[in-house]
């Protein structure tokens, strides 16, 4: 199983930037397709962005095009989540997920390996 850590998480001001951090351990990393979910309080989770394994293509929630950019460095086994123009209902934890099946079809249901999380906060 991977084990997937997140870091720049913090607090910003509305209309700031912040961009996330996901290390992946292991060797499989660059086969698996990567995403970024996100769950507020009192809310459900809920998908922001998605990549695959490759690095071709992407998939964002349709509240999130043009604000947020995935992206993944596979030499570093690490996912990134660039967040620009941020609102305060971007305030969430952030997590990282992996879909373990080497060279899978990018499905966001299909993602099964979290990490912790990290908090974003985003003040008016």
């Known amino acids: 199983q991977v084990q997937l850590v997140e870091s720049g998480g913090g607090l910003v001001q509305a209309g700031g930037s912040l961009r996330l951090s996901c290390a992946a351990s292991g060797r499989t990393f660059s086969t698996y397709n990567m995403g970024w979910f996100r769950q507020a309080p009192g809310k459900e989770r809920e998908f922001v962005a998605a990549?695959?394994?490759?690095?071709?293509?992407?998939d964002y929630s349709d509240s999130l095009k043009g604000r947020f950019t995935i992206s993944r460095d596979n030499a570093k086994n690490t996912v990134y989540l660039q967040m620009n123009s941020l609102k305060p209902e971007d305030t969430a934890v952030y997590y990282c997920a992996a879909h373990t099946t080497p060279f899978a079809t990018m499905r966001i249901k299909n993602f099964n390996s979290w990490g912790q999380g990290t908090q974003v906060t985003v003040s008016s």
């Open positions: 990549i695959s394994w490759s690095g071709k293509s992407t």
